[in-house]
Structure formats: structure tokens, C-alpha cells
């Protein structure tokens, strides 16, 4: 099992930066598959983006392609999203998830996830 704990939220201004991090412990995270997923108020939790356990292939959200970026590292056990160009409608609390894929994973998907952070907050001011 891995224990998820995200960091790095907080308040900011449209078009600035923030770069959350998610500390794993128990296993090591580069034996699983991790994402990022966020909830808006009012709003269903949805994909952002991911990384395959190998790290030879990343997912992004259409809405954050090209603004954000997924990295992670090993020798920390911490997974980051960097977010630039942060937007107004970026706004919610954000989850890193972590999952031991099969060939039907597709990696956009929540259910597919077996452990979650407890999430972090986003604010981007206008």
C-alpha cells in the first residue's frame, strides 16, 4: 500500500504559478501509476493529468495541456504538478492518485484509482 499527501496549495493571482507535490509513503511511488485529479465547488472531480508507473508516458486534460506538467521523483517518492498560466476556472481542490495498472487502464478515470490524498486547495484570483 502507499499513503498520499499532497502539498503546495494556496492563493493566486490568473497567469502565476504553483507547484504542488504529493509525498508517498509505504511503497514507492515509481511502482505505481499516479495522477492528478481536481473538484471545483459544485463540480464533479476530474482527470488532469498522469504518469505510467515507467514514466514513458503522461496523460494531460485538454483544459490544462500545455500549462501543466506531471514529474515525479523516485529518489524523494514525491509525485509534482507544476501549473503555469493559472486560470480562474483552475479553481479547486486538488488530489493525487495512485493506482497498479492493467492492460484496460486507460488512467483518466477515478475509479480506476486505488489511493487518494486527502487533497489540497487551488485559488486563482482574476
Known amino acids: 500500500q502507499v499513503q498520499l499527501v499532497e502539498s503546495g496549495g494556496g492563493l493566486v493571482q490568473a497567469g502565476g504559478s504553483l507547484r504542488l507535490s504529493c509525498a508517498a509513503s509505504g511503497r514507492a511511488v515509481s511502482s505505481y501509476a499516479v495522477g492528478w485529479f481536481r473538484q471545483a465547488p459544485g463540480k464533479e472531480r476530474e482527470f488532469v493529468t498522469a504518469?505510467?508507473?515507467?514514466?514513458?508516458?503522461?496523460y494531460y486534460a485538454d483544459s490544462v495541456k500545455g500549462r501543466f506538467t506531471i514529474s515525479r521523483d523516485s529518489a524523494k517518492n514525491t509525485l509534482y504538478l507544476q501549473m503555469n498560466s493559472l486560470k480562474p476556472e483552475d479553481t479547486a481542490k486538488y488530489y493525487c492518485?495512485?493506482?497498479?495498472?492493467?492492460?484496460?487502464?486507460?488512467?483518466?478515470?477515478?475509479?480506476?484509482?486505488?489511493?487518494w490524498g486527502q487533497g489540497t486547495q487551488v485559488t486563482v484570483s482574476s
Open positions: 504518469v505510467t508507473w515507467r514514466g514513458d508516458r503522461t
Open positions: 492518485a495512485a493506482t497498479s495498472p492493467n492492460y484496460r487502464t486507460t488512467y483518466y478515470r477515478q475509479d480506476e484509482y486505488d489511493y
